[in-house]
Every structure is written in structure tokens, then in C-alpha cells.
């Protein structure tokens, strides 16, 4: 019964300590500091939306064209939102466009990328049934914009003892949070010093 007893409270404390030790790690992390930070803003990938030219398109019987395409960026999801003007013979008809779009940061290559992965939209006009139509393959080629960097890899400064000290200079961290209105990239720099 003793050993029972025992046995119990060992097993009971061991659990919340290396819950402890796995909860520091990660808040360890989570702490590091932003030290470059750069915002993108909808208003930047919209104008790119603007100055792409006319997204149109068409089969047997029937003409579309893509009007005032764009981004909506909220906290929890970036969203592609568009209207589509269908044309067949003299009837017209104009219905909301609703896509999916992914941001993600290449760290190694250092750049944002914005892609509308999916943006199908399903068209019936007075009861004629037009099919799907996927707007996304029309944006098949993701948007890149250049990233949070440093200066430079590494620093040289000269001691007063005449020798030159190099201090090697990486990322240690990054992050892409979205926000209202905008993707945002930060990221954490580490420094190494590097022998002479």
C-alpha cells in the first residue's frame, strides 16, 4: 500500500515539471524580440490587382470579364474578392467572386508570397447553366515582395588594442502574422562573434 502510495505521488509531481520545462522553452521563443519588422499593406497588392490590365475570358457561348479584383486581409485570413461580368448574346449578369489566398515568408529566399489559390465561381444566368469557372489559374503566378533583412551578414569594428572584431549576423527567428489591413514579417536577428 505504501509503495502504491508512493508511486502515486511520484507520477503526480513529474508530469506539471516537465510541463514547466516544455512551457520555458516555448516562451523563451516566443519572447524573442522583433527586431526587424515591415508591413504590407492590402492597399500595396491591390494596386497590383489595378495595374494587371483586363482578366477575361470566355467559351461557346459566352464572354466574362473580371472587375475591381482584390485582397481583404483580416486577422485571422487573407481573402481574394472580385465581381465577374458574364455575357451571353444580350443578357448580362455580374455575381461576387469569393477566393482563397495563401501568404507564407520564404526565410532562406527572403520573400513574402502572395498566391489566390482558389477562386471558382459557378454561373448560371436565367436558368442556363454556364458551369464553373476558375478564376484563380488567371493569377497562376504568386505575387513576391522582398522581406524583413539586416544590413548586412556581418559587422567589423576596430578594438583599441588595433585588432578587428567581426561579428557574424543571422536570423534566429521569424514570424508572418496577419493583421487588419496587412501581412505582417518580423524577424529576430542572432550575433556570433567570430575568431581572429
Known sequence: ???????????????PQSNAVQLQDISEEMLAPDHISMLIHEDLINEFFKNMGKV?????????????PRIEITNKKAV??????????????????????????????????????????IIDIAG???????????FSKPLKLSGPQSVSENIEFSLPSGKVRKIDISVKSHTLDLIDGAIKVSTSLGFKVLDN
Open 80 to 121: 481574394f474578392k472580385a465581381e465577374i461580368q458574364v455575357l451571353v448574346g444580350f443578357i448580362s449578369s455580374t455575381q461576387d467572386v469569393i477566393g482563397k489566398v495563401d501568404v507564407r515568408y520564404n526565410a532562406k529566399d527572403n520573400l513574402i508570397i502572395v498566391e489566390v489559390v482558389d477562386a471558382d465561381v
Open 1 to 15: 500500500m505504501k509503495f502504491l502510495i508512493v508511486s502515486t505521488f511520484l507520477i503526480a509531481f513529474s508530469f
Open 128 to 138: 442556363y447553366d454556364i458551369g464553373k469557372i476558375d478564376i484563380g489559374k488567371h
Open 56 to 68: 477575361s475570358g470566355g467559351g461557346k457561348n459566352y464572354e466574362w470579364i473580371l472587375k475591381n
